[in-house]
């Protein structure tokens, strides 16, 4: 892997005449009030590359909370067209383990019947990604994502030395042709002296028990009183699976305008705490239960996809267990409970 060493301030140089060439949407965290947000840039002096957690993770620019797929016209059954809507983009300062959770995300969407309006967005992007330099007190992304995981979506990672430079790993040719404009120089720093700085801030989380053992554990704890006793407290607000970068599913409906004549097809974020997501045909919900459907949840990271990509389906950012009212929806706290309670 080619490694440079770039200034800060030849990189915000380099970003500016990136916003400027207008070739690509350029998008990177910025501040909202004392929290942090992906967002359009418009100068490179808005990006703020020194953040905790973002509320909200970049999968929103692949798999939009609102997206229109079809529209038509009504009673013509010929009239409807498909939508997919992308343009180049590019993303910077991806914390590692959000790049983690599109490797996850890019398997859902590519295996089976292939979902073109995800990776054509995905296609068309390039990611810049970045390693934390500020800590967060619920991540525990040390505990579940692999060393390789950022390196299988990434372009470009960015290393804060914390001396007003940063190396940048080149993964991707499509990397190497993004960056060879900035003016660069070869890496003076040792391999430790760049896997400390990538290491520097530690979680103040961890997880219980190792990651690959999650499987048989939650199996063998399918009938665990934690289920009730975190579903009694539990809301159904579905703030944990909304801010979640590993949720994906969605919700299909169709709007038509109010002269009855045009229509659209769009799909939804839609999330498995919601007290009628696993309602079907007959009006039967086969999740009635908060208690169930807390379960699912956990499940679904620590069971379901571990079984399925052989990745942990939970990146440990964090996010869930700073969204929830209740203080419940933290995977460690659930397996802290279970530790403690046998």
Known sequence: MDIRTISKSDFNDFVDKKIAEKSSRIISVVKKGSRFVYNDLNDASEMCLDYDVTILPPKKYFQPPKEVLLRFKSKQAQSYEEVNEYEPLTLIGVHYYDLAAIDLMDRAFSEGEMDMNYLKKRQNSLLIG?????????????????????????????????????????????????????????SGYSLEEIQSA??????????????????DYLTKHHAHPVWEVFGEKCYSCGSCVFVCPTCY?????????????????????????????????????????????????????????????????????GRCADACTSSIAGPVKVFKYIEENK
């Open 130 to 186: 970045l390693y934390p330099t500020r800590f967060f007190k619920y991540r525990f992304s040390n505990s579940v994502v692999r060393g390789d995981q950022p390196y299988k979506t990434a372009d470009l990672m960015l290393i804060d030395m914390n001396d007003g430079n940063y190396i940048v790993e080149i993964v991707t040719e499509k990397g190497r042709a993004y960056i060879d404009s900035i003016e660069s120089k070869k």
């Open 249 to 317: 599913c969605f919700d299909v409906k169709d709007e038509v305008e109010l002269s009855l004549e045009n229509g659209e097809r769009i799909r939804v974020w839609d999330g498995c705490m919601l007290e009628n997501f696993a309602t079907c045909a007959g009006d039967h919900n086969f999740r009635k239960t908060r208690a169930s459907r807390f379960r699912h949840r956990i499940y679904r990271k620590g069971v379901n996809l571990p079984l399925k990509y052989h990745y942990w389906g939970c990146v440990g950012c």
């Open 198 to 215: 990538k290491t520097r801030i530690k979680d103040d989380m961890k997880l219980p028990i190792p990651v690959e053992l999650t499987p």
